[in-house]
């Protein structure tokens, strides 16, 4: 899962494993770790949620994006591409979260079946 934070946004990429784990647990994470000290370690996490609309919590070394479980299932099952929202911090401020399927690169990448395939490739190259 590759996490790309800019400004006030926060993305996460997924290929098709960590989506089918996602679908199934309800759940997956990965690890950043910038050290040896256990306290030198960033985890981050996508996981289902009861509330309504997406959470993030960020505390304790963590980031947890949640994401309503209708969501969440409608998502992992279709071919829908990402989830989107977006988090009033208020005086003005906003947080954008985007939760997408990694598709391959048209050109210059190695075939990789884990990721999701692109819908601009022809369709005898997808598989």
Known sequence: MKLRIHNNSIRLRLTRSEVGRF????????????????????????????????????????????????????????????????RELGGGKQLDILIEKEFRRLHGAKFDPDLFPNPLEPKSVQR
């Open 23 to 86: 679908a199934s647990d309800g759940a997956v994470e990965s690890v950043f770790e910038f050290g040896s000290d256990p306290s030198q370690r960033l985890r981050y996490a996508l996981e289902t949620g009861r509330g309504p609309s997406l959470i993030v919590q960020i505390g304790e070394g963590a980031i947890m994006i949640q994401v309503p479980v209708s969501i969440a299932r409608r998502w992992c099952e279709s071919e829908e591409v990402a989830i989107s929202g977006r």
